[in-house]
């Protein structure tokens, strides 16, 4: 607990400059005390501890925010106390923190939002989900211009930590077996369609802004991210047909550990630039990874440490760089349903 005596006038200056911010007051509203003293003075009195959890508190942007992962991040951040706004063509109903209709295509539109919301992080999923939604003129140039957009942006205003979405499908296990398991991030990168090579310029794009204007963009590589409610019947699905796993390493990502990755990665005092694999702990399958790995990919595949039912996919780098460790384990016999309490 701290102790600080002030001037009437000088303490009413600072209380008053506080309650213009007026959800910052709201929160340390309960933390402070004043009390009269002598000589005119008042006496502010601060739990300390307190404040600075407050304080660690960002605005953080959320582009892509009513997205499969993007909901997932946006309640994540507002749980733990960030101010959010979600970036997006169309709100999710329901879901907390603001909400602007951006398109990310546009850079005027790009640009507004961040100076609007005040942004110190940013977290971008906005973007085509896949090649085949729209032609593929539109899914590389539409993702390909947004990650500029957002990038040229954060640089010109000043905003440091980017969280960027890319996508474990750069390897290309959609068309070739790794060429290693487990597979870090100096796996070569073999994109086999428009939305894939989007996501290698993405990744290029940020190495640049890294490079030339001192930003920290985190390439996220996610892998298999579904929603709970879609786990348990792919899960199922793969199980009658292992083959049909492949590709995506037999392994599933629950969006509520996407979400996490995401938060670490802005609340993280210091953390190096570039790639980051993020996908779940383990095969969901009840065949050891090596197994799987050696049945389905055979001689093509060179198999390094890969014990019991570790992901193919190693997370090591986001573990080491900013704690990153998957909650929810899903398997043949494990499921976490939506309303699951968080596991720590």
Known sequence: MMLVSLPENQLDSILNSLQAQTSFFGTLAPLIDIT????NNRRIKIQPTCLESEIAAMNVLVTGGS?????????????????????????????????????????????????????????????????GIVPDTRTFGDNARGAYNVFQACADLGI?????????????????????????????????????????????TADYFVQQFGLTILSFRFMGVRMPGEIAGEIAAMAADPASGAWLLWTRTDARDAALACRLAIEAAEVPAGPYNITGAQVVLDQPAAELVATHFGASTKLHDLPDHVSPLSTARAQAAFGYRPRYVWNQRQRHPENEPETE
């Open 36 to 39: 009269a003293t002598p000589g």
């Open 67 to 131: 997205g499969r992962i993007g909901r997932y991040v946006v309640r994540d951040l507002v749980a733990a106390g960030h101010v959010v706004t979600n970036a997006d063509l169309a709100p999710t109903p329901g879901l907390p923190g603001g909400f602007l209709r951006v398109d990310l295509t546009d850079a005027g539109d790009v640009y507004q939002a961040l100076a609007y919301t005040q942004s110190q992080a940013v977290i971008h999923l906005g973007a085509w989900a896949n090649a």
């Open 160 to 204: 440091q930590r980017i969280v960027n979405a890319s996508s474990a499908q750069v390897y290309g296990f959609a068309k070739a077996a790794p060429l290693y398991a487990p597979v870090d991030e100096d796996h070569p990168l073999r994109p086999c369609n428009s939305y894939a090579l989007a996501k290698v310029v993405g990744e290029q």
